[in-house]
C-alpha cells in the first residue's frame, strides 16, 4: 500500500469513526426519548406538576427527614411532588432523601440533587473572572472537571454553573463570577466550562449537570446594582449578552437559568421571547430551564403579576419549566390546567425535559449512583486535586506593572517584609461562591513565602491593619475597619529595615459576589493609608493586589514599582502567587476585564463603539469623553505583561479581498526578546467599519497561546471565515455584510498592529 493509499485508508477510517459515534448517539437520544414518553403518559397532573418544583435543603436536612407537622416536604416527597432538591449535600443525606422518593412514590422518579459549584466544590479554583484572566480553555475545563468530580463524588448530579454574563460594571460584585467583558472569549470559556462538568456522556458517575445562567442580561442592571433593572437594545442583546448562552447551548449544556432582571419591562422570567422564541425556537435547544430563587413569585414584587397563580401562568408560558423555591407552581399550575386557562401540552413539554435530563444522567437506572460512601472518601480534596489547583492559580495571575524589573524576586533577598491586611489571610482567596470549602482552609501569601525563600532571606511580617470586623457570611453584609491604625507603627518599622516589602491589600472574599455592589472600588477602609505610610519609607514595594472586581489603582500604577493582580485564587493561592513572585513561573495572564482610571468611567468597556464624536483637535471639548480623566482604561482588556518581552512583526494577510466562501489568512511573527522563557496569548482583533447597525472600535475574534524561549520566533497564524464576521444585523439575522475591515493583532486590545481586506459578494 503506497503512502496515498494509506491516507485514504486512514481517512475512511476517521470518517467511519464519526458516523458510528453519530449512529451510537442518534441511537442513545432515541431510546431515551421513548423512555420519557413512557414514564410521561403514566403521570397524573399532580405528579407532572411535582417535577416542576425544586425545594431546598440546607441546613433543614433534619426537618426533611422528620415528619413534623409543620413540614410538608416529606409528604411531597412521598406523593411525587419534588422533582428536584438543592443545597442537600454529602452522600448520606442525599441518599436518605432519595429513599424517600423511591420507596414511597408512586412511580419512583428519582430526584435531581442541585448545588452552586460554582469554582470548585471542596478544593477551590480561582474565582472565575480570575481563571479567565488564564485564557487557558484546557485549564479552565479541567477545573470544571475536578468540580464535577468532587461534587459527583458526594451525591450531586447539577451545578448551577458556569454564570455567562457578559459583565462591563466594576461596581457589580457578581462579577467575580462572571468571565469579563468580551461575548467572544466569554463563549469560548462557557464551552470550556459546560464540557468540563459535563465531560462527553453525562451518564458517567464523575460528571454533572451544567446550568448556563443568568438567561439574560444579568450583568447589565443599572448602576452595578444586583438585580436592577436592564434597559439594553437588541443589538446589545444579540451581539453582546447571548453569544455566551448560543455556545453553551450548542456545547450540549443540560440546563438554563433564567434571571432576575427585567428587560425593557419585562421580567427575564416571565420573558417568551427569551425562552421560547429564542432558546427553545430558534436554538431548538432540549434540556429544560429553572428558575433562579423565587424569581417566578418576584415578578410579583416586580409589579408583573398580581398573585403566584398569575405568576405560574405568565412563568410557564414563558417557558420556565422548573420552579425553584417560589411555590408558584405547586400552588398554581393545576388550577390553571383545570380551569383551561393553561394547556397541559405546556406541562407535558417542561416535565419531558426534566425527564430526559435525568434519563441522561442514568438516574433511572440507579437513582443511588452517585451515592458512593467510597468515592467521597477518596476523590474529594486530593493531593492531586490541590496540585492541579495549584497549576491553575499561577496561570491566571496577571503582572499589571514591573518598572526597573522588580521582579521576579530573589529566594535568596537578604530580607523580605510582608505587610497587608490579607497577607496572613486564609479565607479571603477561597472567593465568594466557595461551595463546601473549609474557612481558613487556603494557603496564605505569607505561607507560601515562607515555603519558597531560603533559610538565609529574613522574613518580617505585619499586618498593619485589619480589613474587615465582625463576622464574614455570604448572608450579612461585611463591616470594613475605617478607623483602626495601631498596627501601622509595626508595619512600618519592618518596612524601614527590610530589602523589599510585599504589600497584600484588595478586597475581602465577601466583598464581591451577589448582593455585593459598591459604588466604591478603590482600597477600602485604611488600606490606601497605609500603603503610602509604607511607601514614604521604603519605595521597593510589590503589591499583590487580591480582588474580586477590577479596582482603581491610579495611586498605585503611579508610584508602585511592582503590581501583581491574583484575585482569589483558591485552596493553593499562596503557593501560586509565591510561584510568580519568585519566578518558578512566568506570569501569563491577560485581563478578561477592562481595570478604569476612575469609578466615574464605569461601565466600561474596550469593544465601544466609535461615537459620532470620538476625538477632537485643536483643544476642543466638544467630544466623546471626561474633562478630569482620560477615557480610555488604565489596565485595558488583554492586558498582562512578562517576566520576558515580546516582539509582534510581519502582519500579514494572504488576500485582499475574499467572498463569503473563501477564507483569509492573517499571520504575525512573535519573538522573544528577553531573558526568560515565557508564554503569550497572541489575540486577533477585527473591525467592521460600517454597518447597517454601528459596529464596535474592536472586536476579539480570536486568540491563541503559545509558549517561546529566550531568541525564539514563531508564527501565528489565524483563519477569518464569513462566520467570525457575521453579527445580528438590522434585518434581524445573524449575517456577514460586505465592505471594509481592519485586522489588528497583538499582546493586548491597545498595542496591536494592523492591517485590512473587503469582504465581497459572490457572484
Avoid at 295 to 318: P, W
Amino acid at each position: 500500500m503506497n503512502k496515498k493509499q494509506k491516507n485514504l485508508c486512514v481517512a475512511v477510517i476517521a470518517v467511519l469513526s464519526v458516523l458510528i459515534c453519530e449512529g451510537q448517539t442518534a441511537l442513545k437520544e432515541s431510546v431515551i426519548e421513548r423512555k420519557v414518553d413512557s414514564v410521561l403518559s403514566l403521570m397524573t397532573l399532580k405528579e407532572k406538576i411535582g417535577q416542576m418544583n425544586q425545594y431546598t435543603g440546607g441546613a433543614e436536612i433534619t426537618g426533611i427527614l422528620s415528619e413534623s407537622k409543620n413540614n410538608q416536604l416529606p409528604e411531597l416527597l412521598k406523593n411525587g411532588g419534588v422533582g428536584s432538591m438543592l443545597n442537600v449535600l454529602s452522600v448520606e443525606d442525599t441518599r436518605k432523601v432519595q429513599t424517600i422518593v423511591m420507596e414511597n412514590s408512586r412511580l419512583k422518579i428519582p430526584l435531581l440533587f442541585g448545588y452552586d459549584v460554582i469554582h470548585g466544590y471542596k478544593t477551590m479554583f480561582p474565582i472565575p473572572l480570575g481563571e479567565s484572566a488564564s485564557w487557558d480553555l484546557e485549564a479552565i475545563k479541567k477545573s470544571a472537571e475536578i468540580a464535577a468530580r468532587e461534587a459527583s463524588a458526594s451525591g450531586l448530579h447539577w451545578t448551577f454553573a458556569p454564570m455567562i454574563d457578559i459583565s462591563r460594571d466594576a461596581r457589580w460584585g457578581r462579577i467575580m463570577e462572571s468571565s469579563g467583558e468580551d461575548p467572544f472569549l466569554g463563549s469560548r470559556i462557557a464551552e470550556a466550562r459546560v464540557r468540563g462538568f459535563q465531560g462527553d456522556d453525562l451518564s458517567k458517575a464523575y460528571t454533572i449537570a451544567a446550568c448556563a445562567k443568568h438567561f439574560a442580561a444579568y450583568g447589565f442592571g443599572e448602576a452595578g446594582r444586583d438585580y436592577n433593572t436592564v434597559n439594553i437594545g437588541e443589538s446589545e442583546l444579540h451581539n453582546i449578552v447571548l453569544p455566551p448562552f448560543k455556545a453553551a447551548a450548542d456545547a450540549g449544556v443540560a440546563t438554563f437559568m433564567n434571571a432576575f432582571n427585567e428587560i425593557d419591562g419585562v421580567p427575564a422570567t416571565g420573558s417568551r421571547y427569551l425562552q421560547r422564541d429564542i432558546l427553545k425556537g430558534d436554538w431548538n435547544w432540549k434540556g429544560f430551564v429553572v428558575s433562579d430563587w423565587a424569581s417566578i413569585t418576584e415578578m410579583m414584587v416586580h409589579g408583573y403579576a398580581k398573585d403566584k397563580v398569575q405568576a405560574a401562568q405568565i412563568a410557564i408560558e414563558a417557558g420556565s419549566d422548573m420552579d425553584m423555591e417560589g411555590h408558584a407552581y405547586e400552588e398554581g399550575l393545576e388550577p390553571l390546567v383545570k380551569e383551561k386557562k393553561v394547556d397541559v401540552a405546556l406541562i407535558d413539554d417542561a416535565v419531558r425535559r426534566i425527564l430526559r435530563v435525568k434519563f441522561q444522567l442514568g438516574l433511572f437506572d440507579d437513582p443511588y449512583r452517585y451515592a458512593d460512601a467510597e468515592r467521597e472518601k477518596n476523590e474529594v480534596f486530593t493531593v492531586e486535586n490541590q496540585n492541579i489547583a495549584r497549576d491553575i492559580a499561577k496561570k491566571s495571575i496577571v503582572l499589571l506593572k514591573n518598572e526597573n524589573n522588580i521582579l521576579p524576586l530573589s529566594k535568596a533577598a537578604k530580607s523580605i517584609a510582608v505587610i497587608g491586611p490579607l497577607a496572613d489571610d486564609k479565607d479571603t482567596p477561597i472567593g465568594n461562591w466557595r461551595a463546601q470549602a473549609e474557612k481558613n482552609s487556603a494557603v496564605s501569601v505569607y505561607e507560601g513565602i515562607q515555603d519558597a525563600v531560603s533559610k538565609s532571606t529574613k522574613l518580617t511580617f505585619e499586618k498593619g491593619a485589619d480589613l474587615g470586623v465582625g463576622e464574614r457570611s455570604f448572608l450579612l453584609p461585611l463591616q470594613i475597619n475605617t478607623t483602626d491604625k495601631s498596627g501601622f507603627s509595626k508595619a512600618i518599622n519592618i518596612a524601614k529595615k527590610a530589602e523589599v516589602v510585599v504589600m497584600v491589600l484588595g478586597e475581602d472574599a465577601f466583598q464581591s459576589g451577589e448582593g455585593r455592589s459598591q459604588t466604591d472600588i478603590g482600597f477600602s477602609g485604611v488600606q490606601q493609608e497605609l500603603i503610602e505610610a509604607v511607601y514614604k519609607v521604603n519605595k521597593n514595594i510589590v503589591l499583590v493586589l487580591m480582588n474580586g472586581r477590577p479596582m482603581e489603582l491610579n495611586w498605585a500604577d503611579k508610584n508602585i514599582p511592582g503590581i501583581l493582580e491574583v484575585w482569589q485564587l483558591g485552596s493553593q493561592s499562596g503557593h501560586a502567587i509565591a510561584d510568580v513572585l519568585f519566578g518558578d513561573y512566568n506570569p501569563s495572564g491577560k485581563l478578561p476585564v477592562s481595570f478604569p482610571r476612575a469609578v466615574g468611567q464605569e461601565p466600561l468597556y474596550y469593544n465601544q463603539k466609535n461615537t459620532g464624536r470620538p476625538s477632537a483637535g485643536n483643544g476642543h471639548v466638544t467630544y466623546s469623553h471626561h474633562t478630569d480623566t482620560p477615557k480610555d482604561a488604565l489596565y485595558p482588556f488583554g492586558y498582562g505583561l512578562s517576566y520576558t518581552s515580546f516582539n509582534y512583526a510581519d502582519l500579514q494577510l494572504d488576500k485582499k479581498t475574499m467572498s463569503s466562501h473563501e477564507t483569509l489568512i492573517v499571520s504575525i511573527n512573535v519573538t522573544n526578546i528577553g531573558k526568560y522563557s515565557g508564554k503569550e496569548v497572541v489575540q486577533l482583533y477585527i473591525r467592521d467599519l460600517v454597518g447597517s447597525r454601528t459596529r464596535p472600535v474592536l472586536e476579539l475574534k480570536g486568540f491563541e497561546m503559545i509558549s517561546l524561549d529566550p531568541g525564539e520566533t514563531k508564527k501565528v497564524s489565524f483563519t477569518i471565515n464569513v462566520e467570525l464576521l457575521k453579527f445580528y444585523t438590522a434585518n434581524k439575522k445573524w449575517e456577514a455584510e460586505p465592505g471594509e475591515f481592519h485586522v489588528f493583532v497583538g499582546g493586548d486590545s491597545r498595542t496591536l498592529l494592523q492591517d485590512g481586506f473587503e469582504l465581497v459578494n459572490h457572484n
